[in-house]
Each structure stands twice: as C-alpha cells, then as structure tokens.
C-alpha cells in the first residue's frame, strides 16, 4: 500500500469512526519503525487533528510526583492530558510504549483510550504485532512488559 493510500484509509477511518455511538476509537497497529508516526504526523496535520506524544508528555508528568505512586496516578494523568487538547478535534496518540511499563502499572492502552474516546475521534498508535482478528501483541511472551490486547469490534489499520 503506497502512503497516499494509507493516509486516505486512515481519513476514512476518522470519518467512519466518528458517526459511531460509543468508542471513536481507531488502532494503527504495526510493529516498530513501520511508519505509524509519519503517518499519524501527515493526517493529524491534515484534517487539524490533536497530536500527543505520549511517552514524552507522561514523562514530564511521571517527574512532579513520587514515584512510588507512578501505578497508581498514571492512568489519571493520562486521562488529564487527553482533556487538556482542546475542542473534539481528533485525537492523535503516538509513543505510547511507556504505558506497557511495569513501573505504570502496566496499563492497558486499548481499555483506557476506549473511555478518551466516548467523548472524541482518537487514533491511536499500537507497536503491537496482530495475532489474529481479535488481538494484538506487545513484546515477546515471558517478557514483564508483554501484553496481549482485546482489539475486537474496533477499527484496525495494520501497517507492516
């Protein structure tokens, strides 16, 4: 698939999405370096989306409070961040391999970005490989980080 066409198929997945009732909710799942954040980068810009790094904006958060409550109070400042992007513009969420960290509370993306997305279009990054129509995976198995993740009944853009 050329660039064109994946930027055309996740326009189309914003629309789509956004006509539905309860999660707005699109994954953009491959696995590193596969190109989500040019990508997600290109449309965000395109359609006057919302673009978060993740990583780097819980990070600067994770560094203003003990962190021996990181498991406890990550899932809330990433809710936080998600409400300080203004208006219901799409929400494009990139970077997000810090929430697999034990140190967090090994969250689960998909699960928490389902709740971000009752209320907005969000577009979210997974570095994840599919295993199947219904899951993906994080990480090798045996690894503390590795997750396995309920993808199904959302909107699924694979890029390999």
């Known amino acids: 698939m050329t660039v064109a066409e994946q930027r055309n198929l996740l326009k ?11 999660h707005k909710l699109v994954l953009l799942v491959g696995d590193f370096y596969s190109g989500k954040t040019r990508l997600m980068r290109r449309v965000c810009d395109e359609i ?9 904006e819980l990070t600067r958060q994770l560094l ?11 899932s809330d400042l990433l809710k936080d ?5 203004e208006g219901d513009r799409p929400l494009f969420l990139d970077n997000i391999e810090l ?13 928490l970005f389902k ?6 279009v969000v577009v979210l990054s997974l570095p994840c490989l599919l295993t199947g129509r219904t899951r993906a995976e994080y990480s ?3 690894r503390r980080d590795h997750t396995s993740l309920d993808i199904s009944g959302l909107m699924v853009i694979e890029l390999e």
């Open 115 to 120: 709740k971000v997305s009752r209320e907005r």
């Open 99 to 111: 929430l697999f960290s034990p140190e967090v509370g090994c969250l689960n993306p998909v699960d």
């Open 81 to 85: 961040l998600c409400d300080a992007q």
């Open 12 to 22: 189309q997945a914003v629309q789509t999405v956004k006509e539905q009732e309860y």
């Open 140 to 142: 090798e198995a045996g």
């Open 48 to 56: 006057g989306g919302a673009y978060l790094n993740v990583n780097l």
């Open 64 to 74: 203003t409070i003990d962190a021996r409550t990181y498991a406890t109070k990550s």
